[in-house]
């Protein structure tokens, strides 16, 4: 399943830094905290979500991508589905298949429906993973290598379907720590030689792998738990991040990258940020 770049290509992915073309995202209309999933819903879960507050906070996040060229595509949201905003966990392209997700809790699944319906009206082909558990959010890709995390989401026997399906590319497993949720929580490839991480959530077998490939730049706790990690790249070096993140955002601008900062704390409470939110479909090279 080896794919090149096509310039009039409807979908095309291949890493997590080249320049983002098309990306599909889902307004939190109905987002509420109504069962606990992870660690961070469960710190909010008496505070609750201010939704005006959260939709106008994606509805700015959808400008500044549309500002820097982005075509953004909002799915329906339904009620029934008060997580829809992380479209990230409901699928994944690479090359130019997209992968739609088997989603691993009862209070997700059929999200995936929403974004196979749109896919039929847009005319794009999708590969459905229902055979094994997994999402969107514990897959990384750089290039010929996709680093799938190990937890609650994704299965082992998942990562070995993909290995399967995959045959030109290099599967390399990252278990972590359950309560991080998603490996994107914890880990985020920036450039093709600069990485995120939060190096308490996994082993240090994992860290040196990743250590060996890339300069891996140390997440705090605090700004862990405000999902530090989960940055988006846009490409040409720009990434949106939290502006809460100093430590964070000064790193990344002491390597040479432009930070736009984008407050959407309001959405983080229920445990994502700006890659959570976002299901590229169209990346093109740098």
Known sequence: MKNNSMTDAKTYCMSEYDVLKRVILCQPQYM???DVINETQEHFKDEGIHIELALEQHQN?????????VDVTLLPYHKKY???????????????????????TDIRAGEENVLKQWLDDEEISYYNLVEEQIEGGDVMIDKETIYVGLSE???QRAAEQL???LTDFKIITIPFKAKYL?????????????ALIYPD???????????????????SEEEQFQLGTNVLNIGHKRILSLPVNKHVNEQLRNRGFEVIEVDITEIIKSGGSF????????RMTN
């Open 32 to 34: 509420t905290i109504r």
């Open 61 to 69: 996040f959808v400008k500044v991508l549309k500002e820097n060229e």
């Open 153 to 155: 989401r994704t299965t």
């Open 275 to 282: 890659r959570c939110c976002t299901l590229p479909i169209l």
């Open 201 to 219: 959530a996994l082993n240090k077998k994992e860290v040196d792998v990743l250590g060996s490939r890339y300069d891996l730049i140390e997440v």
């Open 182 to 194: 998603h490996l994107d929580c914890i880990f985020n490839i920036v450039s093709p030689g600069v």
């Open 163 to 165: 290995q399967r399906l």
């Open 82 to 104: 008060p997580e829809q905003v992380f479209t990230r966990d409901i699928g994944f392209t690479l090359g130019q298949t997209v992968f739609v997700a088997k989603m691993a």
